[in-house]
């Protein structure tokens, strides 16, 4: 989920140009506030998932359907997410799908969290939409601008967290644990700064949404754009509910 973000090489003018030559009879555009609209919609599905796996687990009806549920939406989210990515058109039916799947995903995670320290998902919650509105401020008021070199900046330091994650991985097949995931302050700290990259993803992700306005790219683009700030979301509730977890064991 996280590997994926909206400084994706696929998001950029190149994706717009493509969009544009394979709906030369398209006379419907993207709009702002049809992005916005979209993404309500994803945010709503994303809900209504977590809700589902969230009272399964809470209410202990099945601990192996929940599981399921889990790593199926893990999955069906990893397959919908890369089929939006290289595929924009699809993203109309693609980006439900994924909001549905990440949302079983993250209902049943969240639920977990919840059962270790009271209350981390409510605070992560709230942390996530309050880090995503400052960001919004910052855009529309153009106390933060995106040039082409902080754009790049983020996508280098989303590329290497990207990186990281992988080796991560990969090193914990051959030891059980990691000091990505103990309470140490390295660990803390590691944890902040990739919380403040995934924090400026949601710039990158404004300026996209409002250059394919500007660009007047087709309608579907609406999806793709509001797909991209899913992505993020994902990622920056993901990343607050880990460091909220590590805090609270120190």
Known sequence: MSLFSSSSPALNDKVFEAARNASLTDYSV??????IHKTLLLLLLAVL???????????AVNPNAVTFYMVGGLIGGLVFSLIAIFSPR????????????????????????NAQTNGIVLQAVGLTFGVLFLMLVLYRTGA??????????????????????LATWIASIF?????????????IGISVFIVVIAALNF???????????????????????????M????????????????VSRR
């Open 90 to 113: 699809r993203s109309v039916w693609a980006a439900p799908l994924y909001a549905v799947c990440e949302g079983l995903c993250l209902g049943a995670l969240s639920a977990m969290f």
């Open 175 to 187: 030891t059980p644990a990691t000091f990505l995931h103990d309470a140490s302050p390295l660990s």
């Open 144 to 165: 933060i601008k995106v040039t082409n070199k902080l754009r790049s900046g983020i996508i280098i330091a989303t590329g290497a967290i990207a990186l990281f994650y």
């Open 49 to 59: 998932g977590a809700s589902y796996t969230w009272q399964m687990y809470v209410n």
């Open 30 to 35: 993207m709009t702002v506030r049809g992005a």
């Open 231 to 246: 992505l993020t979301l994902v990622w920056l509730y993901l990343e607050m509910l880990r460091l909220l977890s590590k």
């Open 203 to 229: 710039l990158v992700d404004f300026d996209f949404i409002d250059r394919g306005a500007q660009m007047a790219a087709p309608k579907y683009m609406e999806w793709y754009g509001a797909f991209a700030l």
